[in-house]
């Protein structure tokens, strides 16, 4: 009775799993229909958007994941003969001991027990000493394994996030892909938690495939010389019928896993604004309009993890019937038909004693080989997951590379039918343009200015400054001044045309809102220079204090005491202070051209005049964004645009400053 009532509850265990599952897929079923009904009603746009995120967030287990894990092992183990490589050598070493080492325990611990039921003493201390000696050895293989574990988990991820970070830092790439490429919007994850998570689950997956490999392969020749190949044969067809199934029961993981990658993103990333603009929320009292915002990205997140918790306790459930419980069963099965087969050779030759000991051994060997398969079957389930990690990995790959190579892709906007025929008239094509390097001279040339989602600003802006005659540029908000700047910068692609210019080093930014870098005060002054740098310019630390004499910040070197004081300097200078320090940078840099766009706006206006006039001292050729009208007698010229792609570019007279005032 006990047999037939734990028969029973385990069949319905096994009911209950399976009507969770079927409810599930009816659920996905039904989720999928109510999408696929609201698309037909949808632009064709939108149905372009999702079929491309569909795409995008399709990872399974395939020909096209094996490619892309083999080109990011590429990175990761660049040569035959490196450290990872001795890594993954001392992994499969210490692999084959723990199997050994497995084997010898599981036949001493054998030889124990049979002492103990035949009450030999002298067998019992024996093996026992024997067991005694081998547990330095045992723990040693054991601990040298993880030790090998961590370090290759840690070479992985080395390799893996310097490669990611040369591709993302080289040029303008970090600024491209969140201002002219829209593919990703959580960068700051991929390269940090989801390398980490993809290295981790590498390398976990090597260990968990590797092991019950060599168990099988071991288990097998000792099974087959003590009970016939039939028995080992059973379990691998049971292996091979299982995996089957199960990866194909497992398909919706790795699509799961980049939804919840992709949701993690946009929960941290709106956790990130409220920290980076909380002054100005504050100022608006938005907490409760952020908080909604706040709550409804966390409820897509979570409505998500629920669904995937939902479907892993089911596959989990489905998982653990055929991948162990039935594993378990088969070996019983297997282990007793040559024991219960009293016409087997075994019973004619055998004692009683005998046939028990090698019951045990071969039933502990079976058992160990079910695991082994178990574990197997099971690592299919760890590959689905990783085949999520893999595809945004290889997606931050394959953009990091178009941006390199100058591709981007960026949604369109919606444009009316008089904006498309003038863009018909008007062919824009992203870096079309000419770049021509150079010295004391910007010049552009029938180049249209023109925004990285199409929207044009200037048709055809043609003008030319020599170094040593400023320019003012002028025009209400979004007629192009910024856009004309990053042009200048290469931070934004020429759309035709030839523009003519110093080299990058030779062009100098002074934003409103001034970057303080994370360093000491020397480093704000030199940024991005280095220590090492400004040694090798020949620039002492008395000639940066004259510099911060000229923008009248000599008080701050005398109020922190040293060049080497780390402060958090974006917290510990006013407005104005940081504004002066940047101007006392564009002085330690000496550039041919610099472009101020406001940045003397928190500072005072005799403080502004001797920076202007300092400027004209040592060179410096200067593009002002400004509405002071004092700064309009620091300049020979003026660009002014009216926001409806017109400009004028005319020499200032005292007729034009009247007409600025």
């Not at 039933?363 to 690592?379: F, N």
């Not at 299919?380 to 945004?392: I, K, Q």
């Not at 044009?456 to 856009?483: A, H, M, Q, W, Y």
Request: charge should be positive; charged fraction near 25%.
């Amino acid at each position: 009775m006990a047999a037939v009532s734990k028969y029973l509850t385990a069949k319905n265990s096994s009911i209950a799993g399976g009507v969770l599952l079927v409810l599930y897929i009816l659920k996905q079923r039904r989720k999928s229909a109510r999408l696929n009904s609201s698309k037909k009603g949808s632009s064709e746009l939108l149905l372009k958007n999702e079929q491309k995120e569909t795409k995008k967030d399709k990872a399974s287990v395939d020909r096209v994941f094996f490619l892309r894990i083999g080109r990011i092992l590429r990175i990761m183990v660049p040569r035959f003969f490196c450290k990872e490589t001795w890594y993954l050598i001392l992994i499969a070493v210490m692999l084959i001991a723990r199997t050994y080492c497995d084997v010898w325990m599981i036949q001493n611990g054998t030889m124990i027990e049979s002492a103990i039921i035949g009450r030999s003493t002298k067998d019992f201390k024996r093996y026992l000493f024997s067991f005694m000696k081998a547990m330095p050895i045992i723990a040693l293989v054991n601990n040298f394994l993880k030790l090998g574990l961590n370090e290759l988990k840690l070479r992985f991820r080395v390799r893996l996030t310097k490669h990611l970070y040369e591709e993302y830092l080289k040029g303008f790439t970090y600024y491209k892909m969140g201002n002219l490429d829209n593919r990703i919007a959580n960068p700051d994850q991929l390269l940090t938690q989801d390398v980490e998570k993809f290295c981790n689950s590498v390398v976990d997956l090597y260990s968990n495939l590797s092991k019950p490999l060599l168990d099988i392969i071991l288990y097998i020749f000792k099974l087959t010389s003590s009970i016939g190949a039939q028995g080992p044969a059973s379990m691998m067809a049971y292996l091979l019928i299982s995996g089957l199934f199960l990866t194909r029961l497992r398909r919706p993981i790795g699509k799961m896993t980049v939804s919840e990658q992709r949701y993690e993103g946009e929960y941290r990333y709106v956790n990130s604004r409220l920290i980076t603009n909380s002054e100005e929320i504050a100022f608006y009292n938005g907490n409760t309009r952020e908080k909604q915002t706040i709550n409804s990205t966390f409820k897509k997140l979570v409505d998500h993890l629920h669904n995937f918790i939902f479907f892993r306790f089911s596959m989990g459930f489905v998982d653990s019937i055929i991948a162990k419980y039935l594993a378990t069963v088969v070996g019983y099965l297997v282990v007793s038909r040559p024991f219960l087969n009293l016409s087997h050779p075994r019973h004619l030759h055998s004692t009683h004693a005998e046939l028990l000991e090698d019951y045990y051994q071969s039933g502990r060997m079976l058992l160990r080989m079910s695991q082994a398969l178990g574990r197997i079957v099971l690592a299919g389930r760890e590959m689905t997951r990783l085949s999520g990690f893999t595809a945004r990995i290889t997606e931050l790959m394959k953009v990091l590379k178009d941006l390199n190579t100058g591709k981007y892709e960026r949604t369109m906007v919606s444009q009316t039918e008089k904006e498309r025929d003038a863009l018909d008239k008007l062919t824009l094509i992203p870096g079309s343009g000419q770049i021509i390097n150079a010295d004391n001279i910007i010049k552009f040339d029938h180049t249209p200015l023109a925004t990285p989602n199409g929207d044009i600003l200037i048709r055809d802006l043609t003008f030319e400054v020599r170094s040593g005659t400023n320019v003012l540029v002028c025009g209400p908000n979004g007629c192009g001044k910024s856009s004309l700047f990053r042009a200048l910068g290469e931070l934004w692609p020429l759309f035709g045309g030839c523009l003519t210019k110093p080299e990058r080093g030779k062009l100098f930014y002074v934003p409103q809102r001034p970057y303080m870098t994370l360093g000491t005060l020397r480093d704000q002054v030199i940024y991005p220079d280095t220590h090492e740098d400004q040694r090798k310019k020949g620039i002492s630390d008395q000639v940066l204090k004259e510099y911060l004499d000229n923008v009248q910040l000599g008080h701050i070197l005398e109020r922190e005491g040293s060049w080497d004081v780390v402060q958090d300097w974006m917290d510990v200078l006013s407005g104005g202070e940081k504004q002066r320090m940047a101007m006392a940078r564009l002085f330690y840099h000496k550039p041919q051209f610099a472009i101020l766009d406001e940045c003397t706006s928190a500072v005072s206006v005799d403080v502004e005049d001797y920076i202007y006039s300092h400027c004209r001292k040592v060179g410096i050729t200067l593009f002002t964004v400004s509405h002071r009208k004092s700064l309009w007698k620091h300049h020979e010229y003026y660009l002014h645009m009216d926001g409806r792609g017109n400009y004028e570019f005319k020499p200032i007279t005292a007729e034009t400053v009247e007409f600025g005032s």
